[in-house]
Protein backbone atom coordinates (compact mmCIF):
# COMPACT_ATOMS: atom_id res chain seq x y z
CA UNK A 1 0.00 0.00 0.00
CA UNK A 2 3.34 2.30 -0.37
CA UNK A 3 2.57 4.86 -2.83
CA UNK A 4 5.54 7.01 -3.60
CA UNK A 5 5.28 9.92 -6.23
CA UNK A 6 7.86 12.49 -7.38
CA UNK A 7 7.50 15.60 -9.49
CA UNK A 8 9.11 18.53 -10.70
CA UNK A 9 8.70 21.43 -7.90
CA UNK A 10 11.08 23.93 -9.47
CA UNK A 11 13.02 24.29 -12.65
CA UNK A 12 15.88 27.44 -12.31
CA UNK A 13 13.95 30.58 -10.75
CA UNK A 14 10.54 29.05 -11.50
CA UNK A 15 8.71 27.17 -8.51
CA UNK A 16 5.50 25.72 -7.32
CA UNK A 17 4.94 26.94 -4.01
CA UNK A 18 1.74 24.77 -3.24
CA UNK A 19 1.34 22.30 -0.85
CA UNK A 20 1.44 18.76 -2.38
CA UNK A 21 -1.89 18.16 -0.44
CA UNK A 22 -2.89 20.87 -3.13
CA UNK A 23 -2.03 19.51 -6.46
CA UNK A 24 -3.41 16.63 -8.81
CA UNK A 25 -0.78 14.38 -8.80
CA UNK A 26 -2.46 12.77 -12.37
CA UNK A 27 -1.20 15.94 -14.01
CA UNK A 28 2.37 14.98 -14.03
CA UNK A 29 2.32 13.29 -17.01
CA UNK A 30 0.78 15.65 -18.83
CA UNK A 31 3.08 17.62 -19.83
CA UNK A 32 7.13 17.48 -20.25
CA UNK A 33 8.58 18.89 -17.44
CA UNK A 34 6.44 16.29 -14.81
CA UNK A 35 4.77 19.30 -13.00
CA UNK A 36 1.25 18.71 -11.37
CA UNK A 37 0.41 22.58 -12.19
CA UNK A 38 -0.12 22.58 -16.17
CA UNK A 39 -0.18 26.50 -15.55
CA UNK A 40 3.29 26.75 -14.02
CA UNK A 41 4.96 23.81 -16.08
CA UNK A 42 4.20 26.04 -19.13
CA UNK A 43 6.29 28.46 -17.20
CA UNK A 44 9.06 25.76 -16.61
CA UNK A 45 8.90 24.86 -20.40
CA UNK A 46 9.47 28.65 -21.56
CA UNK A 47 11.94 29.25 -18.91
CA UNK A 48 14.07 25.78 -19.95
CA UNK A 49 13.64 27.00 -24.17
CA UNK A 50 14.95 30.19 -23.09
CA UNK A 51 18.11 28.87 -21.36
CA UNK A 52 18.54 26.46 -24.10
CA UNK A 53 18.38 29.60 -26.60
CA UNK A 54 21.34 31.12 -24.88
CA UNK A 55 23.06 27.24 -25.23
CA UNK A 56 23.40 27.41 -21.23
CA UNK A 57 21.60 24.90 -19.20
CA UNK A 58 19.58 24.91 -15.67
CA UNK A 59 18.62 23.07 -12.38
CA UNK A 60 16.09 22.60 -10.39
CA UNK A 61 14.27 20.76 -7.76
CA UNK A 62 12.25 17.52 -7.82
CA UNK A 63 9.65 17.02 -4.91
CA UNK A 64 8.55 13.62 -3.78
CA UNK A 65 6.03 12.15 -1.20
CA UNK A 66 5.85 8.65 0.35
CA UNK A 67 2.04 7.89 1.77
CA UNK A 68 0.97 4.86 3.52
CA UNK A 69 3.95 4.30 5.12
CA UNK A 70 3.80 1.67 8.19
CA UNK A 71 5.42 3.10 11.67
CA UNK A 72 8.27 1.81 12.59
CA UNK A 73 10.69 1.73 9.54
CA UNK A 74 14.40 3.31 10.44
CA UNK A 75 16.68 2.98 13.06
CA UNK A 76 17.60 5.25 15.73
CA UNK A 77 21.52 5.81 15.42
CA UNK A 78 23.67 4.42 12.45
CA UNK A 79 20.61 3.43 9.77
CA UNK A 80 17.77 6.40 9.95
CA UNK A 81 15.24 6.54 7.56
CA UNK A 82 15.73 9.86 6.68
CA UNK A 83 19.41 9.25 6.48
CA UNK A 84 18.97 6.80 4.06
CA UNK A 85 16.87 8.29 1.79
CA UNK A 86 19.57 10.90 1.47
CA UNK A 87 21.93 8.50 0.70
CA UNK A 88 20.29 7.36 -2.19
CA UNK A 89 18.88 10.19 -3.67
CA UNK A 90 22.73 11.73 -3.34
CA UNK A 91 23.73 8.96 -4.92
CA UNK A 92 21.61 10.04 -8.19
CA UNK A 93 24.22 11.86 -11.17
CA UNK A 94 23.66 15.73 -10.54
CA UNK A 95 22.03 15.78 -7.51
CA UNK A 96 23.76 18.61 -4.94
CA UNK A 97 21.43 18.90 -2.02
CA UNK A 98 18.22 16.57 -0.03
CA UNK A 99 15.49 18.38 2.64
CA UNK A 100 12.95 16.35 4.10
CA UNK A 101 9.97 17.51 6.18
CA UNK A 102 10.22 21.42 6.91
CA UNK A 103 14.16 20.69 5.63
CA UNK A 104 16.03 24.52 5.76
CA UNK A 105 12.74 26.06 7.07
CA UNK A 106 13.36 24.93 10.49
CA UNK A 107 16.41 26.75 10.66
CA UNK A 108 13.85 29.78 10.99
CA UNK A 109 11.51 28.21 12.97
CA UNK A 110 11.17 28.29 17.18
CA UNK A 111 10.52 24.91 18.99
CA UNK A 112 7.15 25.98 19.63
CA UNK A 113 6.08 26.35 16.25
CA UNK A 114 7.78 23.41 14.73
CA UNK A 115 6.74 20.21 16.85
CA UNK A 116 4.21 18.15 15.42
CA UNK A 117 1.66 17.79 18.73
CA UNK A 118 0.05 14.25 18.34
CA UNK A 119 -3.77 13.37 18.57
CA UNK A 120 -5.15 10.78 20.59
CA UNK A 121 -4.59 8.24 18.43
CA UNK A 122 -1.05 9.06 17.56
CA UNK A 123 -1.39 10.84 14.31
CA UNK A 124 0.41 14.62 14.39
CA UNK A 125 -1.41 17.99 13.74
CA UNK A 126 1.29 18.81 11.86
CA UNK A 127 3.91 17.12 9.74
CA UNK A 128 6.99 19.23 10.26
CA UNK A 129 8.94 16.30 10.95
CA UNK A 130 8.54 14.85 7.03
CA UNK A 131 6.63 11.27 8.55
CA UNK A 132 9.95 10.54 10.31
CA UNK A 133 10.91 11.01 13.74
CA UNK A 134 14.06 10.47 15.58
CA UNK A 135 15.02 8.29 11.91
CA UNK A 136 11.82 5.73 11.94
CA UNK A 137 8.73 6.30 10.17
CA UNK A 138 5.87 8.04 12.44
CA UNK A 139 2.98 7.02 9.70
CA UNK A 140 2.73 10.28 8.09
CA UNK A 141 3.55 11.72 5.10
CA UNK A 142 7.26 11.36 4.05
CA UNK A 143 8.10 14.31 1.54
CA UNK A 144 11.48 15.54 0.57
CA UNK A 145 13.06 17.84 -1.86
CA UNK A 146 16.09 16.83 -4.33
CA UNK A 147 18.26 19.40 -6.08
CA UNK A 148 19.53 19.52 -9.34
CA UNK A 149 22.76 20.96 -10.48
CA UNK A 150 22.57 22.53 -14.27
CA UNK A 151 24.16 20.00 -16.97
CA UNK A 152 27.98 20.76 -16.97
CA UNK A 153 28.22 20.89 -20.57
CA UNK A 154 26.87 23.67 -21.85
CA UNK A 155 27.58 25.22 -25.62
CA UNK A 156 28.99 28.59 -24.29
CA UNK A 157 32.41 29.65 -24.17
CA UNK A 158 33.96 28.48 -20.97
CA UNK A 159 37.84 29.28 -20.10
CA UNK A 160 39.85 25.84 -18.98
CA UNK A 161 43.19 24.19 -19.24
CA UNK A 162 44.19 21.06 -20.96
CA UNK A 163 46.12 17.91 -19.91
CA UNK A 164 49.02 20.41 -20.20
CA UNK A 165 48.40 23.47 -17.98
CA UNK A 166 47.79 25.72 -20.61
CA UNK A 167 44.51 27.64 -20.86
CA UNK A 168 41.92 26.46 -23.49
CA UNK A 169 38.39 27.47 -24.47
CA UNK A 170 35.56 25.04 -24.05
CA UNK A 171 32.31 24.49 -25.73
CA UNK A 172 30.21 21.54 -25.75
CA UNK A 173 29.40 19.88 -29.18
CA UNK A 174 26.70 17.23 -30.16
CA UNK A 175 23.50 16.84 -28.32
CA UNK A 176 22.82 18.15 -24.45
CA UNK A 177 19.69 18.47 -22.68
CA UNK A 178 19.79 22.18 -20.95
CA UNK A 179 17.79 20.40 -17.92
CA UNK A 180 17.80 16.92 -16.86
CA UNK A 181 15.58 17.22 -13.55
CA UNK A 182 12.32 16.13 -15.45
CA UNK A 183 14.14 13.12 -16.94
CA UNK A 184 14.78 12.47 -12.83
CA UNK A 185 11.62 12.41 -11.51
CA UNK A 186 11.37 8.34 -12.09
CA UNK A 187 14.96 8.09 -10.73
CA UNK A 188 13.83 9.34 -7.71
CA UNK A 189 10.71 7.08 -7.36
CA UNK A 190 12.84 4.48 -8.24
CA UNK A 191 15.18 5.13 -5.78
CA UNK A 192 12.56 5.68 -3.00
CA UNK A 193 11.11 2.36 -3.94
CA UNK A 194 13.88 0.62 -3.07
CA UNK A 195 15.25 2.37 0.18
CA UNK A 196 11.68 1.97 1.25
CA UNK A 197 11.61 -1.96 0.23
CA UNK A 198 15.15 -2.51 2.14
CA UNK A 199 13.46 -0.94 5.16
CA UNK A 200 10.02 -2.65 4.99
CA UNK A 201 12.30 -6.40 5.21
CA UNK A 202 14.13 -5.31 7.50
CA UNK A 203 11.69 -4.55 10.15
CA UNK A 204 10.25 -7.94 8.89
CA UNK A 205 13.14 -9.80 10.37
CA UNK A 206 13.97 -7.64 13.60
CA UNK A 207 12.77 -8.30 16.86
CA UNK A 208 13.25 -7.42 20.23
CA UNK A 209 14.60 -10.04 22.89
Known amino acids: GVEVTAYVSRIGAVELTQSYQSLNFKQIEE ?40 KGLGEPVFDKLHADLAKAMLSINAVKGFEYGSGFKAASMTGSTH ?8 STRTNHSGGIQGGISNGEDIYFNVAFKPVATIMKHQDSVNNRGESIVLKGKG ?30 TSKLN
Not at 51 to 66: M, N
Not at 180 to 201: K, Y
Request: hydrophobic share 40%; with cysteine; aromatic share 2%.
Open 175 to 204: RHDPCVVPRAVPIVEAMALLTMVDHLLRNR
Open 115 to 122: NDTFNSDL
Open 31 to 70: NMVRCPDLMIAKKMIAHIEDVRSQGDSVGGIVTCVIKNTP
